[in-house]
């Protein structure tokens, strides 16, 4: 029998990537866009047209390839979508000595 390794809550991570806390949040917002379109029974051609994006580009977002597309795009699409973005800046814990950054669906 082989080891199991646990990873953390971000794959990115545990794969090392160094921008892994924002391309876990890009990652979350892409699984929210595409739940939302697929919630509407949008076709892409519809969605990327609501949201102000090439199909192309949507596509790529729906499948993880969203390394050109910035967080603020992706609230935009959002928004685009219906839904209210609230932004919360609070004190870390003294327990860490940076904060950062998560996202919440209500």
Known sequence: MSDVEHGSTNVYADLDFPDAEEMLVKAQLASKIGDIIKRRKLTQVQAAELLGITQPKLSGLLRGQFRGISESKMLECLTRLGRDI???????????????VSVVFA
């Open 86 to 100: 609230e932004i919360v800046v609070k004190t870390a814990p003294r327990s860490r000595s940076e904060g950062h």
